[in-house]
């Protein structure tokens, strides 16, 4: 059991930034691709950007290209998102999640998810 508690949401004007992070609770957790989703009110969940588990490939939603970036540090079993150029529209609540491969979270077949963390975007 892998357990992702995600922090670094909060309110942040349009144009503005914020790094979420999600720390996970095994060292397996190098073996995980990560990702990122968000849910806004309303809608369904989608998905946001990945990581392979080695952090040399990563893949992005065309709504965030550009402006955001994934990372992970495997020594502290952490992954961020780097959120630029933040809009209203980002406005959700942001869900960390591991998988078996880009592909796999890119498709939502994931193993396990974290809690989430509200990100609010004012105008």
């Known amino acids: 059991q892998v357990q992702l508690v995600e922090s670094g949401g909060g309110l942040v004007q349009a144009g503005g930034s914020l790094r979420l992070s999600c720390a996970a609770s095994?060292?397996?957790?190098?073996?995980?691709?990560m990702g990122w989703f968000r849910q806004a009110p309303g809608a369904e969940r989608e998905f946001v950007a990945a990581i392979s588990w080695s952090g040399t490939g990563t893949t992005y939603s065309d709504s965030v290209k550009g402006r955001f970036t994934i990372s992970r540090d495997n020594a502290e079993n952490t992954v961020y998102l780097q959120m630029n150029s933040l809009k209203p529209e980002d406005t959700a609540v942001y869900y960390c999640?591991?998988?078996?491969?880009?592909?796999?979270?890119?498709?939502?077949?994931?193993?396990?998810w974290g809690q989430g963390t509200q990100v609010t975007v004012s105008s």
């Open positions: 095994k060292r397996t957790f190098s073996s995980y691709a």
């Open positions: 999640a591991a998988g078996r491969s880009l592909q796999a979270i890119r498709i939502m077949r994931t193993d396990y």
